[in-house]
């Protein structure tokens, strides 16, 4: 009597030849890559847009750490865009003096009445914190975020978390950075930037603060100057 034939167990539906595997993974990666390079470039591209004339608001916001930002801030406070104006990020011991002496142009006192200089963050989400409560103390139900271009959109971002209710405009600064697109410090720039907005949107950094508090205590803004921003 003829021996029966062999028992064979059908491999498993997710055991696929290390070769195929090996593809899709390739793919993947690939798709992957292809995804962020064109998300670079929109970013970029995003960043340099000039602003758009805004309706009146309640207050402007001016987060430190780059070229132009405290000027404009203050250019659109004089001509009425916003009845008054928190420059946040500012160094610990400057005053309203300081800027007085510091900035190009000067800066009728009436204006430096309608200004609080915030001096706690010194990060993004900082700027988010410390504008909340400005936004809160001066009943403020629409606000005006002036920043650089490449910054606008992860500080609006982490500012709307933290003041979901109040309407928010973005005022970009185009950066100087930016007008040599191929440097390495601007190529280094937008791509940190680009990551730390699509963290920004996982609100990765939010989730991990209690670490980053523990492990890092020092000044986080980049580049930024002791008074001016």
């Given at each position: 009597?003829?021996?029966?034939?062999?028992?064979?167990?059908?491999?498993h539906g997710n055991d696929r030849?290390?070769?195929?595997?090996?593809?899709?993974?390739?793919?993947?990666?690939?798709?992957?890559?292809?995804?962020?390079?064109?998300?670079?470039?929109?970013?970029?591209?995003?960043?340099?847009?000039?602003?758009?004339?805004?309706?009146?608001?309640?207050?402007?916001?001016?987060?430190?750490?780059?070229?132009?930002?405290?000027?404009?801030?203050?250019?659109?406070?004089?001509?009425?865009?916003?009845?008054?104006?928190?420059?946040?990020?500012?160094?610990?011991?400057?005053?309203?003096?300081?800027?007085?002496?510091?900035?190009?142009?000067?800066?009728?006192?009436?204006?430096?009445?309608?200004?609080?200089?915030?001096?706690?963050?010194?990060?993004?989400?900082?700027?988010?914190?410390?504008?909340?409560?400005?936004?809160?103390?001066?009943?403020?139900?629409?606000?005006?975020?002036?920043?650089?271009?490449?910054?606008?959109?992860?500080?609006?971002?982490?500012?709307?978390?933290?003041?979901?209710?109040?309407?928010?405009?973005?005022?970009?600064?185009?950066?100087?950075?930016?007008?040599?697109?191929?440097?390495?410090?601007?190529?280094?720039?937008?791509?940190?930037?680009?990551?730390?907005?699509?963290l920004a949107c996982l609100n990765?950094?939010?989730?991990?603060?209690?670490?980053?508090?523990?492990?890092?205590?020092?000044?986080?803004?980049?580049?930024?100057?002791?008074?001016?921003?």
């Amino acid at each position: 009597m003829a021996a029966p034939p062999a028992m064979t167990h059908p491999p498993h539906g997710n055991d696929r030849p290390p070769a195929r595997r090996r593809r899709l993974l390739a793919t993947g990666v690939l798709a992957t890559i292809l995804a962020w390079m064109a998300g670079l470039a929109w970013f970029t591209r995003d960043a340099m847009r000039a602003p758009i004339r805004l309706p009146h608001a309640d207050g402007i916001v001016a987060l430190t750490g780059g070229q132009g930002r405290i000027d404009e801030s203050l250019r659109l406070l004089a001509q009425g865009d916003a009845d008054r104006l928190l420059i946040s990020g500012v160094a610990p011991h400057a005053t309203l003096g300081d800027f007085l002496r510091h900035l190009p142009q000067p800066v009728p006192l009436t204006l430096w009445t309608r200004t609080t200089l915030g001096h706690s963050a010194t990060s993004t989400l900082g700027n988010a914190d410390e504008t909340a409560a400005w936004v809160q103390a001066y009943h403020i139900r629409s606000l005006v975020v002036v920043t650089a271009g490449y910054h606008i959109r992860r500080a609006m971002l982490e500012i709307s978390r933290t003041v979901p209710d109040v309407r928010l405009y973005g005022y970009p600064i185009r950066s100087p950075a930016l007008r040599h697109l191929l440097h390495p410090a601007t190529m280094r720039l937008m791509v940190t930037e680009y990551d730390k907005w699509l963290l920004a949107c996982l609100n990765v950094a939010r989730l991990t603060r209690p670490l980053h508090g523990l492990i890092n205590h020092t000044d986080t803004r980049p580049d930024a100057p002791p008074v001016m921003g």
